[in-house]
């Protein structure tokens, strides 16, 4: 038995893994109270648990380290794993997230013929692309203020547009980000998600033969928008279950 964690910089996903795993695995999401919550049900002396932990926290530590489980391992990024090949100088340093999304990539192309590489893209807080070639070989990548941190950073530094406080009667569901903005939070929010697909409309555009992965909770959104890859928000724990031991 395994227990996978996703801890992200705004909230922490895990999967409970009883077997082999399985695509149809029930993804948790919630705070680290809602993860002990989880973990009370269980029976940690038979279980392992492996941790990709971007923002891990004394408390967290301390919660695993509490509850008696069978093993807990802590993923950092490697130079080498599973045939992908880290383009840092110092690996370790790629945030862990990044890398596994890319492990659990390459797994599912790396037996096409035809492919020649992918692009990953995470809109998290962050957005982060990464390219890597059909060799395994990550070729770089771009990391820029995801969708949240990038309204924030405007309303925080910039007068005029915290100025207004305008009711936006339009849902998540049915926002159009092709129109223009006709009040200061709709351009706020326009601008901000027309300037992600730009950057990874300019990636696809370059690599064109590559296959595009999209993950994190603005991923589907942005391939929605750009009618093109494959939503998978299960990428980082995929790759984690991959490189448990």
Not at 97 to 109: C, E
Not at 115 to 130: E, N, P, Q, R, Y
Not at 161 to 172: D, L, P
């Amino acid at each position: 038995m395994h227990l996978l964690i996703d801890v992200g910089n705004s909230r922490i996903k895990w999967q409970y893994v009883l077997d082999d795993y399985q695509n149809e695995l029930q993804t948790h999401y919630g705070l680290l109270s809602d993860l002990a919550g989880f973990i009370k049900a269980l029976d940690p002396k038979k279980i392992d648990v492996s941790l990709a932990a971007v923002n891990q926290t004394e408390q967290l530590e301390n919660l695993l380290s509490g509850e008696g489980f069978k093993s807990i391992k802590s993923v950092q990024s490697e130079s080498y794993r599973l045939g992908l090949k880290n383009s840092y100088t110092h690996p370790e340093r790629m945030g862990v997230d990044r890398w596994l999304a890319m492990i659990a990539a390459y797994s599912q192309i790396k037996n096409q013929t035809k492919a020649k590489g992918f692009i990953v893209v995470d809109a998290g807080s962050a957005l982060t692309i990464d390219v890597v070639d059909e060799k395994g070989q990550h070729q770089g990548g771009y990391i820029v203020p995801g969708l949240l941190m990038a309204q924030e950073a405007l309303f925080a530094n910039t007068e005029q547009v915290i100025q207004y406080n305008e009711s936006v009667e339009e849902t998540a569901s049915n926002i159009d980000y092709h129109k223009l903005g006709n009040n200061t939070l709709q351009c706020v929010e326009y601008g901000v998600v027309n300037q992600m697909v730009a950057m990874v409309k300019f990636l696809i555009d370059e690599y064109p033969d590559y296959k595009v992965f999209f993950t994190g909770g603005d991923g589907a959104m942005l391939a929605d928008y750009l009618k093109t890859g494959t939503v998978d928000k299960d990428l980082v724990l995929k790759g984690l279950w991959q490189v448990r031991n």
